[in-house]
């Protein structure tokens, strides 16, 4: 895997291009290869998320602690 780091706060959410999280997502839900290095955080977040959501891996740990994080900051209401 490459370096990086799963998001794990609600609030560094708004630091993602909405456009590369989808992009990346996409790709993950559709089973495409692990991306290297070549890729934004935004692209990696929404790729590990459609790996998940399209039953290609696990939820993970970070997954779970954003999930909550999301809940508990009432992240989305403010949007």
Known sequence: MSDYIPIKRA???DELDDKEV???YWDGKNNE???QG???KSYWHGW???MADGGHMEI?????EL???VIKTKYFKDK
Request: net charge neutral; proline share 9%.
């Open 48 to 50: 590990r998320n459609g």
């Open 22 to 24: 989808i992009q990346g």
């Open 60 to 64: 993970d740990g970070a997954q779970s």
């Open 67 to 69: 999930a909550a994080n």
């Open 33 to 35: 290869p692990e991306p």
């Open 11 to 13: 609030v560094l959410l």
């Open 38 to 40: 070549n890729r934004s």
